[in-house]
């Protein structure tokens, strides 16, 4: 069993600190998608999460530098990786790491459900029931403060008391590519909607009470798996068949890959949490980005005088709103407007920005 903190840590009250919860609390970083929006940087070789927009980190090690503090208990924090890219992860985190870390290989992609049932129930099968906090590996958070105070003093006291919480960011435009959910005045989440079109999507930012679903879930591990077992019974079985033969290497978790193959590619969203009614919303206003596709690049980007956000050997004559991304050639445009246009060693991308989402198309070829 896991062990909490000290009374003396429980003691300690330093002035303008947070509070520390006082029960086991883990952190669980999703670090298993390609990024097939980002195509042609980001791909199955080389995962967007290993990429680095500003300074010396990584997103996946931002992620864990944002996150590795709100560690309580003895506990490793979890990442959660697919077969292909764990040797990746494992050297990105092992740089970084001052904390204990495991990797559940995931032998196959199956989304966020098996993702977050699987962790919850190897935390189970290990006799422990922490609060978990799933944090995607490819968000810009620009209030990291802001964030950790939130999930600390609000977020963490509601998941134990069985409430699951996700964290909804104020919308800033009619975004096609997030996940919508509408938060009652008690903070129950009424309805989700899943990647509307643009103008459905403004209609419900003229409604109000919408907000985008930053895909963060604060939860107990014994909730999420009561809840699954409620709605999700044969992914349940799945796993736990699969954790019989799972074994662990150094910092991996081997899985047993036929039997994980039988479960369904399902986002948590998806399997769960439009059916429940412990689903709770808190608004956070962290300075929150997915950078999920290469519009979300130009919109946290330094922009010149003429809107355009340009990263290397870019000529640029009488050209608006654009991106322009160059890692080994020059890039030469003239009277581009509201257009990407990104370079690659071995790929060139040329789109209009308000097509950014379908990049993915262009990422499974």
């Known amino acids: 069993m896991y062990n909490d903190i000290s009374a003396r840590e429980r003691d300690k009250k330093t002035k303008g600190a947070l509070k520390e919860p006082l029960y086991p609390v883990q952190p669980v970083i999703l670090a298993g998608g390609i990024g097939s929006r980002l195509w042609p940087l980001s791909r199955a070789s080389h995962p967007k999460q290993a990429m680095t927009l500003s300074g010396e980190k990584s997103l ?35 740089k970084i790491a001052r904390r204990p870390f495991k990797i559940i290989v995931q032998p196959h992609d199956r989304d966020t459900a098996p993702a977050i049932i699987l962790s919850a129930m190897f935390n189970l099968r290990c006799g422990n029931d922490p609060v978990m906090i799933f944090c995607p590996s490819d968000h810009i958070i620009s209030r990291p403060d802001a964030l950790l105070r939130l999930i600390t003093k609000e977020a963490i006291p509601m998941a134990q008391d069985g409430k699951i919480v996700c964290l909804g960011i104020p919308p800033a435009y009619p975004e096609s590519g997030y996940g919508y959910i509408l938060r009652g005045e008690d903070r129950r989440v009424l309805k989700f909607v899943e990647k509307p079109p ?13 907000l985008w679903n930053a895909g963060i879930y604060i939860l107990k591990a014994s909730t ?63 300075g929150w980005q997915d950078i999920g596709s290469w519009r979300a690049m130009w919109e946290i980007g330094k922009k010149d005088r003429f809107n355009n956000v340009i990263k290397g050997d870019v000529l640029s004559i009488d050209c608006t709103g654009s991106l322009f991304y160059s890692t080994k050639r020059r890039i030469s445009a003239i009277g ?29 070829l």
């Open 336 to 364: 581009l407007h509201d257009m990407i246009v990104i370079e690659t060693q071995d790929g060139i991308l040329i789109c209009p920005k308000d097509r950014a989402q379908d990049v993915k198309r262009l990422g499974r």
């Open 198 to 210: 643009v103008e459905k999507a403004r209609a419900m930012l003229k409604e109000g009470n919408w």
């Open 60 to 94: 996946l090690q931002t992620t864990w530098s944002r996150y590795a503090s709100l560690l309580r208990g003895n506990l490793p924090i979890l990442v959660l990786s697919c077969s292909e890219h764990r040797y990746i992860v494992f050297e990105q985190v092992a």
């Open 224 to 286: 999420i798996k009561e809840e699954a077992g409620r709605f999700a019974p044969n992914i349940v079985e799945i796993i736990a068949q699969t954790l019989e033969d799972a074994y662990q290497y150094g910092a991996f978790v081997y899985l047993e890959p036929n039997k994980f193959s039988e479960l369904p590619f399902i986002s948590i969203d998806k399997a769960i949490m439009e059916k429940t009614m412990r689903l709770y919303a808190i608004e956070a206003n962290i």
